[in-house]
């Protein structure tokens, strides 16, 4: 979600270039943050858009480039706006001596040396070394003498000066009178004697007066030089006066953090932590709970709930591993209640089994199912059965919401859930066991009365006949999802019928476009959710890629699919990282690299170990590309071995049952047979069986109920 938004600004910016030339300028980008270096990144990854020019200034440490714009843009220009050359500064300490700032020779070299011919710090240092304040013949310092100066002050404006720079932030007139107890009228004289010293600027020259330190150099040697206990006594001072002016919460926290007042600083943290999350800022809001929990002097609810909330911001950041693991802590606090403890360890195995890390998964599944009174079926036969029990259940029974008469209570809302994440969550590397909690999620949800779980849970029901081509089943249960969404009127419940929707244009209708167009909404409706990345953004990720790669759109299907993978990688998402490298060997051939293709989806293969059961999904994808990467390099038969029994393997599995995948593992088949023949003309063989081969899966491609299947069948023929 988060890339796509990133793509759209992208997109606006291109727009507004074209109608005519753009300037954007970003100062002191060394203060940026993750995100917003991520931004960058995204924003230039295809090159500047023409009419765009991108201009920003950074204070690299001393000898170092400027890392933070490099590593967003690793092809920026940098102009280095270097200090003035000795010719300059003689010039200047000159003029100095003409406006008597300076009378005697000075040591330029020196002075040169530490003020890195910064015109302002030459000043300073010129004045400092004239007074005498400083020994002949030793480098000066910067800071001594910007402090030098400031201990010549009266005793109110180095007051105020202290608080200016220990704000952090440009602040308002009123802050620091506020904060120095004194009136409007005596702080503004404070004030206009420290800009006449250039100590303090206004940071907006029009409206009322915000002020902050003259320069960075100026905020740094200023706090540096008070004691620890004066330090606290102007953040102390500080933090009240901002708080009545309403500062973020991140203001407040910093300056009640740095005052010794614990409590206060923990308050403004969870405000802080959740104004993030909201602004979609999830790594920020995280960062935050952690401090909350870092504090130590909290209740036990406060402590569950700082947990909680910091699981479903690593949640929403895309980490599922690390938000398993502390919806896990979050469950075993002291005093936790037994609903609550169960609803947070369904939590944790969604997030395990979404994330791909299975074994975790299903052992914190099983207890979750077994917790809320559900049957964990062991067995290929009982799993098909109940599957089987399902379907015909849920095709006799109607659709409509009951009214259970009252909201359902926490455990009933977790036994309900427990079916959606057990069996989404099992979909890559246990299908079998995925498809059985899906198909009866409908019966746990529609008797509660629940729209946004009984749409959710139809949704996901109506992918077992949708895989299978069974239009009037799945339609059935679509409609149904979809009116439980418009019945609940949220976006998240539009969202999951919207998908299952997509899904049947996708894999009944093969309608690429029309599935690209619905992909776009569905993106727009999960961002109206206020949230940023999760397993469901990762699944339409997936589907809108095969969708690009059916229309030719390899470039850009290529630049997206990289990326994703080292997003993937990043957060540890093991489930995406997986599809996205099984599925789309196709950037490979773009780049013509199979020998890396291959070992990238092999790699990528291996990261399930022996945790998933049987031939998945992921396995499938996996023997897909495979079979691409020898078509394009001629080497069937180096392979032959490997395929075969692949295929033999695929021909037991459920993914053979998957309409789209079968009509797909047809002309697969049938050009792995054409190309076996080709080598066999090559070899001075006819070939005649391997081409009537392929003619055979040419006929039973014809047979498909799918639209795409005649056209396939014809590229099939024309290949013998």
């Not at 000898?63 to 690793?74: F, K, L, M």
């Not at 397993?535 to 470039?555: P, Y």
């Amino acid at each position: 979600l988060r890339a796509e938004a990133f793509r759209m600004l992208a997109r606006l910016l291109g727009r507004l270039a074209a109608e005519r030339p753009l300037l954007a300028v970003v100062e002191d980008i060394h203060w940026a943050d993750a995100e917003s270096i991520d931004l960058l990144r995204h924003l230039f990854a295809g090159g500047e858009p023409r009419g765009l020019c991108f201009f920003a200034t950074v204070r690299p440490p001393p000898g170092s480039e400027p890392a933070a714009a490099r590593g967003a843009v690793p092809e920026a220009k940098v102009l280095s706006l270097s200090g003035l050359d000795d010719r300059e500064a003689r010039d200047l300490v000159v003029a100095l001596e003409r406006e008597g700032s300076a009378d005697g020779a000075v040591n330029v070299e020196l002075l040169l040396r530490e003020s890195q011919g910064h015109p302002m710090f030459l000043t300073e240092l010129v004045r400092h070394t004239r007074r005498g304040a400083h020994p002949t013949g030793r480098a000066p310092d910067l800071d001594d003498a910007l402090l030098a100066r400031v201990r010549e002050l009266e005793g109110g404006a180095r007051a105020a000066l202290e608080v200016v720079c220990a704000a952090g932030v440009a602040v308002p007139e009123s802050v620091v009178a506020r904060a120095l107890s004194r009136s409007r009228s005596e702080t503004g004289r404070l004030l206009s004697l420290l800009k006449v010293e250039r100590l303090v600027r206004a940071s907006v020259p029009h409206g009322p007066r915000r002020l902050e330190p003259y320069h960075d150099r100026v905020r740094e040697a200023v706090y540096k030089s008070l004691e620890p206990e004066a330090r606290r006594r102007v953040h102390g001072a500080l933090a009240p006066a901002l708080e009545k002016l309403d500062a973020p919460a991140e203001v407040l926290l910093v300056h009640y953090d740095r005052a010794g007042l614990p409590r206060e600083a923990t308050r403004h943290a969870r405000k802080a932590a959740a104004s993030a999350a909201t602004a979609l800022a999830f790594a920020r809001a995280a960062a935050l709970y952690r401090y909350t929990l870092e504090q130590g002097d909290l209740a036990p609810f406060e402590r569950q709930e700082a947990l909680a909330a910091l699981a479903e911001a690593y949640q929403n950041e895309g980490r599922p591993l690390t938000a398993a693991r502390t919806y896990e802590e979050a469950a075993a606090v002291v005093g936790t209640s037994a609903a609550q403890a169960t609803e947070l360890r369904r939590r944790a195995a969604e997030q395990y089994l979404m994330g791909g890390y299975l074994a975790e998964g299903l052992a914190a599944a099983r207890d979750v199912v077994r917790a809320v009174g559900a049957l964990w079926p062991e067995g290929f036969v009982l799993t098909v059965l109940g599957i089987l029990l399902a379907r015909f259940s849920l095709a006799l029974r109607p659709l409509a919401l009951r009214s259970a008469g009252r909201p359902p209570s926490l455990e009933e809302r977790t036994r309900m859930d427990a079916f959606w994440s057990v069996g989404a969550g099992l979909t890559l590397m246990h299908t079998l066991k995925g498809t059985y909690f899906s198909a009866w999620g409908p019966h746990a949800c529609l008797p509660s009365g629940d729209a946004f779980r009984s749409a959710r849970a139809l949704a996901a029901a109506s992918f077992l006949p949708i895989a299978e081509a069974r239009r009037g089943s799945a339609l059935r249960l679509i409609e149904g999802a979809e009116r439980a969404a418009e019945a609940d009127g949220g976006d998240l419940a539009r969202f999951y019928a919207g998908v299952a929707r997509a899904a049947y244009v996708f894999m009944v209708e093969n309608d690429w476009r029309a599935f690209a167009t619905a992909a776009e909404e569905l993106t727009r409706l999960w961002t109206a959710t206020g949230r940023r990345a999760g397993w469901e953004t990762d699944s339409v990720e997936q589907f809108t890629g095969w969708a690009r790669s059916s229309l030719g759109q390899l470039r850009e299907l290529s630049a997206r699919v990289d990326a994703g993978v080292a997003e993937a990688r990043a957060m540890g998402n093991r489930f995406r990282e997986v599809a996205l490298r099984t599925c789309f060997a196709v950037r490979h051939l773009c780049r013509d690299t199979p020998d890396e293709g291959e070992r990238d989806v092999r790699e990528a293969l291996a990261l399930l170990g022996g945790t998933s059961r049987g031939f998945t999904n992921a396995h499938y994808w996996a023997l897909k590309s495979l079979v691409q990467l020898a078509l394009y390099r001629g080497d069937v038969d180096a392979w032959d071995g490997e395929l075969r029994e692949q295929w033999r393997r695929f021909d037991r599995s459920l993914c053979r049952r998957i309409a789209l995948v079968h009509m797909e593992s047809l002309l697969l088949r049938g050009q792995l047979a054409v190309a076996r023949a080709t080598r066999a003309a090559f070899d001075g063989t006819l070939g005649h069986a391997y081409l009537a081969e392929a003619e055979r899966y040419a006929r039973r491609l014809r047979r498909s109920p799918l639209p795409a299947a005649p056209v396939l069948a014809d590229e099939l023929v024309a290949c013998v």
